[in-house]
């Protein structure tokens, strides 16, 4: 057999099935630092594997199913290692059955970029979105309602989604994500707008934008932090990947028409997420809000529809997931162990544990965009390629809206680092691994952001 | 021997770029994994290095060696983003005097030596962001080192201020990134508006008359009112007073000594880089005034000693644009020369400010009296700081007012020379408080402390260079070029 870049594909399909096969299989064994070990180094092969199929330049469809090319290898690489992340951060404190779902949801989030077709981007969107409600669910009450709204939530979503597939499906008859056929390219084609628009509040539902996110907060909160940190990290990620991916691939020819939708989404999105955070007292609901705005942010980029407004989506994409998967495994420390909720609970943060005074005033500066970190170099981008499509209001729009994010980000900043004479509290191991990564990564990618760039254009470019 | 030398000479200047950014980095991570007892060593050597290559290139500029010393290497390649740093007559005046400031604070600016590894992190921190900040030949390095610098200014008043410094770290952060979103808004618009997409200031300088006037006042006015913000200049600087109340002696030196002075440099750049600005030139030598004139009035209102300072800051700022705004040689020069000696001076206020709370347990001018008898070095360095405010010859002072108003004269006519009247109001005032209550014979403030020879060396040093500066000071006008 010839090892070339279709055998190599093939693999991943392999390893994603094993992912589901071992996850489903996971059932039946007790011992949960087996599962732990199996999914890591599932995940490690997958990102492995997906690094290497992105480097080398492959392009294969698989079995008219699976599209591998560079953006999907891309965020298969982001995700495995986004998971792994996660799976550390729950190590331990997590009950059997998590780790069935979080395969299952991982398995679905590995096929949303992969998607050759409608109808496999829909099975893995829900395959992750419903996997996810029930790992929110436990006994407890709180637990239980976020999961039941992110349910409900998640089946509103479909239904829509599938009505729009229905509006697409005369121009588009085999439902694949390419482009329509070309005679359907007249403007005042009411069935096509319609679906743009509903594919955009589907999809708009899974990645938080105005007016489809109402859930956000309720769930962050209600969930256990480590899961929002997958929800907020992982899922919202996969609704943008998605959104992308149905924009550019099925309505390359539109994109005078949604372009102005998402523009005007992003802006009520960056309004909403930013006034809103600023009265938030509970830590965690704040970061929700603060996750709706960046939300917001990563629109301008698709709004720009342009390659340098999706290289800026794409990195903004990665170096937010970072950002709040980093912030999230701090708030879970505190919360879990500490009981620690609201932002006079941080009071003396920085006193308390130093690490932690200093790796969450890391992530926060990077979240309102200083340089060098991850976070500014996203903000960056966006901007300039909204003033590249000539979006100078929108992209001032953003800047206001990263100014006003100071105020939150500040507060929680400022909180940490006043006196107190509470005690010394220790950071767990697989936390400050968790958090150790994720700083890692934003101060050193930060310092030189040229590699990200270059793997974010170059996905960019293979999707337009 | 001596060719040897020479080459040697020339090797250095070449590589003083590349020592002045590397060695702060380096001692950032020396300071981050040695113990707390080493902070301070590792930060006055940092220091100590970047003033030893400021004083060698003064020496080699002086000799008459071309000011053309650049480095550059690709950063953002797919953006056309380089990291281009360079030495030009301007950049090295202020870098000259951030190298004696931030030495001087490394030095003596931790009154109370607690907290030495965070705030001799925080100090080489902000001198990387200085070195990076005035050596910039490209407006992306600018906005990155000059944030570095605000965040750095934000932890000094936020982790090592007093006990009530949350609304004014607050107050200090909302300030600062409003100044740095509307420069990076900005210098974005520059980028895309020139038709050669480049944040290279010489390429900028060159193409920007091809930027319509419509986007040129819009871009002016964005970057106008983030320097403007930083300098700070009425009405928009309210958040110095509260800032220097709330940050430690160590933070104030660096705030008003060289934070406020990446604005004037950044109006100088905006100055050079747009040709519209000069038809604002008279509005702005107007808001320059009323800015003078309004802090001055609000200073009279003070009764703590670093609010006083703080408003003179405000005051020598609004000089320091008046000149600028003159569009003509020795406006600008005047503006970077009191650039110059107004960072010596104020650093040297702020530490006496320091050491009078070290001593006396207080910094509120009508409680104290007499401190001549308890802190004579800190009392009469505190009156020499207020005759150098005054532009007493032989000081830089009196070279930096006699350029900025010798140009305002030419470009303004007689009424040029009003904002010296402020200035006069600014010596008076001080001259007032340190006369009533520091000079007073009749009773003594008891001394609960006393400062320590650090203090001393540090009021030698800053003293040292304002009269070097000023009774020679054909050093810095020959690299001028005047």
Known sequence: ???????????????????????????????????????????????????????????????????????????????????????????????????????????????????????????????????????????????????????????????????????????????????????????????????????????????????????????????????????????????????????????????????????????????????????????????????????????IGIAAASSLGL????????????????????????????????????????????????????????????????????????????????MAVLAFIGIINSFISVYYYGKLMIAMHRKTNKKHIMISRNIAIVTGICIFVIVGIGLYPEFFMHAASIAARALL | MIAVAYALVQEIAKYSIAISLAVPAIALLLIAITKEKFSRIIGMASTGIALAVSLFLLAYLYAGHSSAINASIPFISSLNIN??????????????????????????????????????????????ASAGLFLSLNLFIFFIFWDIGVIAMFFFINSLGSESRKSAAMKFLIYEILASSLLLFGILMIYFYTPVHSFNISTIIANSSLIPAGEQTAIFALLFIAFIINMPVFPFHLWLPDAHTEAPTQGSMLLSGILTKFGGFGVILLFEMLPISKTFGNYIAALAVISAFYSVLAMMKQDDIKRVIAYSTITEMAIVLFGISEFSSFGLYGGVYAMLSHGLLIAMLFLGAGSIEVIFNTRNIHILKGIVKNARLVAYSLLAGVFIMLGLPLSSAFIADLLIFIGAVSAFGIAGIAPLLALLLVGAFLYLIISKSFMSTGKYTRAVGSIRIEQRIAFCILLLFIFIFGAFPFIMLSIFKI
């Open chain 1, 311 to 390: 290289e800026a989506s794409i990195f903004q994409i990665i170096a937010h997931a970072f950002m709040i998967i980093g912030a999230f495994a701090f708030v879970f420390w505190l919360e879990s162990q500490y009981g620690m909720n609201t932002i006079s609970d941080y009071d003396g943060l920085a006193q308390r544990n130093m690490f932690a005074g200093i790796g969450l005033s890391i992530l926060m500066l990077s979240m309102i965009g200083i340089p060098p970190l991850l976070g500014f170099y996203g903000k960056f981008l966006l901007f300039s390629s909204a003033l590249n499509a000539r």
């Open chain 1, 1 to 299: 057999m010839v090892i070339n870049n279709i055998s190599i594909s093939y693999l991943i399909l392999i390893l994603v099935a094993t992912l589901f096969a071992f996850s489903i299989s996971f059932s039946l064994i007790r011992n949960k630092k087996a599962k732990f070990l199996q999914l890591v180094v599932l995940l490690a092969l997958l990102a492995l594997v997906s690094g290497w199929l992105f480097i080398s330049n492959a392009d294969a469809v698989l079995l008219n199913l699976f599209h591998i090319y560079r953006f999907s290898m891309l965020f298969t690489c982001l995700f495995s290692i986004l998971f792994i992340l996660i799976l550390v951060l729950s190590y331990d404190s997590e009950a059997d059955y998590f780790y069935t779902l979080l395969g299952i949801i991982a398995t679905g989030a590995m096929i949303v970029p992969m998607a050759y077709s409608l109808i496999t981007l829909f099975l893995a969107i829900e395959m992750a979105s419903v996997a996810t409600s029930f790992a929110i669910m436990t006994k407890n009450k709180i637990h239980l309602e976020a999961a039941m709204k992110m349910f409900i939530l998640s089946a509103i979503s479909v239904s829509i989604f599938s009505f729009a597939m229905v509006l697409v499906f005369p121009y588009n008859p085999q439902l694949a994500l390419a482009g329509l056929a070309s005679n359907s390219a007249i403007s005042g084609n009411y069935l096509i707008e319609l679906g743009i628009v509903l594919f955009i509040a589907a999809l708009g539902f899974e990645a938080a934008a105005f007016p489809f996110n109402l859930w956000i907060p309720d769930v962050y909160q209600g969930a256990r932090a480590n899961l929002t940190a997958m929800i907020s990290g992982i899922n919202k990620k996969i609704g943008f990947v998605a959104m992308m991916m149905v924009l550019f691939l099925v309505f390359a020819q539109y994109t005078w028409f949604f372009s102005g939708i998402i523009a005007m989404l992003s802006i009520a999105t960056m309004f909403f997420g930013n006034l809103v955070a600023m009265v938030q007292q509970n830590v965690k609901r704040m970061l929700a809000y603060s996750s709706i705005s960046q939300a917001g942010y990563i629109m």
């Open chain 2, 83 to 128: 990291f281009e740093m360079g030495i030009n007559p301007i950049s090295f005046a202020l870098f000259m005097m951030s190298s004696i400031v931030l030495f001087a604070t490394s030095l003596a600016g931790n009154v109370h030596r607690i907290r030495q590894k965070a705030t001799q992190f925080l100090i080489v921190l902000f001198q990387l």
